[in-house]
């Protein structure tokens, strides 16, 4: 048995906050203690209280005066794309086609994929990313080394084997029977291997003919647990070739209805610029809208409409996401960041509490996964991050003004990045110290 008594302020949310002054949506412990058990939340309190209960020799680990949350969460992601972030083009399917799809054409090769695997998870756990939605190549070896290293640092994390006919190149091209045969491989390789969640993942119905379309609905039947994940009316280009491509369909989002894809476990990146019609059609299915403000922002492709979306009367389900390498950030402090300017832009306001539930408990939630992550409730995954305010010389200075915790919280999402991060914790065991 391995005990681990970690003291500092705590913040956990139970629900979405209704306003910044909905203090009943958060615990918040000014001088808590986090008792961890085999990787596992064994209780949570105040420190004098847990301290009781804990057995006399257990580890103790003092982060005063940091915040210690549920570690953050990145809905959306491309595993193969670290070498792509930061690539100047005009717009995605230049992007795309200029320095995306050759890129992932090297993910054939296992040392390669080894390689950007061990990278890809440094680089969450220096941003306090415990759990993360990714896309690999079309490439079985990459899905592979995806998962080999998740097993190995034991993080809980949701990943596929992309699957595309068309529209790129040939190095990049599986088959219909392909894509099925070598994602059916995956999940049993993968799934429920460790904490591994595999996911269907066809990219975006551009890259899949109707025919791969049809192997994607036949896995979601065959395994209705999954998540499913793909992109959806990213900007306008995309969207006037996929009607052109799937000219039967009603809209974008119908494509994927017809083929049974629209579910509650179904992750839509972008959903940018979604009708009426395609937002209530999401909202009746329960599918998740994931928002990648960087990203958006990066290759111009539109600013989403998260407060609209999350209060209109069908409401859709809203995650958010780094989506490197089109977003320009690994940090989902850097995220919210930019999430907050689009919805200052649009006339609306992201207070700090929204961000900070987004990037946990509400993507815990969006995952439904929200039983194991997103909390720092008894019985669930000890996936924590530690955050320290005052990190710079700059926020230091700024700290000497902050009086309340939302003013600390929003200072965190305007000038923070992987050096307020001062410890990642994984299943109970400190990760970021050991990089």
């Not at 959306?76 to 070498?83: E, I, N, S």
């Not at 969640?197 to 025919?211: D, G, K, M, N, Y």
């Not at 395609?278 to 329960?286: I, K, L, Q, T």
């Given at each position: 048995?391995?005990?681990?008594?970690?003291?500092?302020?705590?913040l956990?949310?139970?629900?979405?906050?209704?306003?910044?002054?909905?203090?009943?949506?958060?615990?918040?412990?000014?001088?808590?203690?986090?008792?961890?058990?085999?990787?596992?939340?064994?209780?949570?309190?105040?420190?004098?209280?847990?301290?009781?209960?804990?057995?006399?020799?257990?580890?103790?680990i003092?982060?005063?005066?940091?915040?210690?949350?549920?570690?953050?969460?990145?809905m959306?992601?491309?595993?193969?794309?670290?070498?792509v972030?930061?690539?100047?083009?005009?717009?995605?399917?230049?992007?795309?086609?200029?320095?995306?799809?050759?890129?992932?054409?090297r993910?054939?090769?296992?040392?390669?994929?080894?390689?950007?695997?061990?990278?890809?998870?440094?680089?969450?756990?220096?941003?306090?990313?415990?759990?993360?939605?990714?896309?690999?190549?079309?490439?079985?070896?990459?899905?592979?080394?995806?998962?080999?290293?998740?097993?190995?640092?034991?993080?809980?994390?949701?990943?596929?084997?992309?699957?595309?006919?068309?529209?790129?190149?040939?190095?990049?091209?599986?088959?219909?029977?392909?894509?099925?045969?070598?994602?059916?491989?995956?999940?049993?390789?993968?799934h429920?291997?460790?904490?591994?969640?595999?996911?269907?993942?066809?990219?975006?119905?551009?890259?899949?003919?109707?025919?791969?379309?049809?192997?994607?609905?036949?896995?979601?039947?065959?395994?209705?647990?999954?998540?499913?994940?793909?992109?959806?009316?990213?900007?306008?280009?995309e969207?006037?070739?996929?009607?052109?491509?799937?000219?039967?369909?009603?809209?974008?989002?119908?494509?994927?209805?017809r083929?049974?894809?629209?579910?509650?476990?179904?992750?839509?990146?972008?959903?940018?610029?979604?009708?009426?019609r395609?937002?209530?059609?999401?909202?009746?299915?329960?599918a998740?809208?994931?928002?990648?403000?960087?990203?958006?922002?990066?290759?111009?492709?539109?600013?989403?409409?998260?407060?609209?979306?999350?209060?209109?009367?069908?409401?859709?389900?809203?995650?958010?996401?780094?989506?490197?390498?089109?977003?320009?950030?690994?940090?989902?402090?850097?995220?919210?960041?930019?999430?907050?300017?689009?919805?200052?832009?649009?006339?609306?306001?992201?207070?700090?509490?929204?961000?900070?539930?987004?990037?946990?408990?509400?993507?815990?939630?969006?995952?439904?996964?929200?039983?194991?992550?997103?909390?720092?409730?008894?019985?669930?995954?000890?996936?924590?991050?530690?955050?320290?305010?005052?990190?710079?010389?700059?926020?230091?200075?700024?700290?000497?003004?902050?009086?309340?915790?939302?003013?600390?919280?929003?200072?965190?999402?305007?000038?923070?990045?992987?050096?307020?991060?001062?410890?990642?914790?994984?299943?109970?065991?400190?990760?970021?110290?050991?990089?």
């Open positions: 048995m391995t005990m681990t008594l970690l003291r500092g302020r705590l956990s949310f139970r629900r979405a906050p209704l306003s910044l002054a909905d203090s009943e949506s958060y615990f918040y412990e000014t001088d808590g203690g986090l008792l961890i058990e085999n990787g596992i939340i064994a209780a949570v309190g105040t420190y004098t209280d847990v301290k009781a209960r804990a057995p006399a020799e257990v580890a103790e003092d982060h005063r005066p940091h915040l210690i949350m549920p570690g953050l969460i990145d959306h992601l491309h595993f193969p794309q670290m070498q972030i930061a690539s100047y083009a005009a717009n995605l399917l230049e992007w795309l086609n200029t320095y995306t799809f050759p890129e992932e054409c993910f054939v090769e296992s040392a390669h994929a080894q390689r950007i695997a061990t990278h890809f998870y440094d680089e969450l756990i220096r941003h306090g990313t415990t759990t993360a939605v990714a896309y690999c190549s079309v490439h079985k070896t990459s899905a592979d080394a995806y998962f080999a290293e998740a097993l190995r640092r034991n993080m809980r994390m949701v990943g596929g084997k992309v699957m595309m006919d068309r529209n790129a190149p040939q190095g990049l091209l599986d088959t219909p029977q392909m894509g099925y045969d070598e994602t059916r491989q995956v999940i049993a390789d993968w429920g291997k460790g904490r591994n969640h595999v996911a269907i993942t066809p990219r975006f119905a551009i890259t899949s003919t109707p025919a791969q379309m049809e192997a994607t609905a036949a896995l979601a039947r065959e395994f209705p647990d999954l998540h499913i994940q793909t992109h959806l009316s990213e900007n306008h280009d969207i006037k070739f996929t009607s052109e491509l799937y000219p039967e369909a009603a809209d974008y989002t119908d494509i994927y209805a083929y049974g894809l629209l579910g509650p476990k179904s992750l839509f990146g972008h959903a940018i610029h979604l009708s009426d395609e937002a209530d059609a999401m909202s009746e299915s329960g998740v809208a994931v928002h990648c403000p960087t990203s958006n922002l990066f290759l111009g492709s539109g600013l989403f409409p998260l407060k609209a979306l999350a209060g209109r009367q069908k409401s859709v389900r809203i995650g958010v996401a780094t989506d490197i390498g089109g977003g320009s950030s690994y940090s989902m402090l850097r995220t919210m960041d930019e999430a907050y300017k689009i919805q200052q832009l649009l006339g609306e306001r992201l207070n700090p509490l929204d961000s900070y539930y987004y990037m946990t408990l509400g993507n815990a939630e969006a995952l439904s996964l929200a039983d194991r992550i997103g909390t720092l409730g008894p019985g669930t995954d000890a996936d924590l991050v530690v955050l320290n305010a005052a990190a710079t010389p700059a926020m230091a200075l700024k700290m000497e003004v902050v009086k309340t915790l939302s003013e600390e919280l929003f200072l965190l999402q305007t000038m923070g990045d992987d050096r307020a991060v001062a410890e990642t914790y994984v299943a109970g065991v400190a990760m970021k110290s050991e990089l």
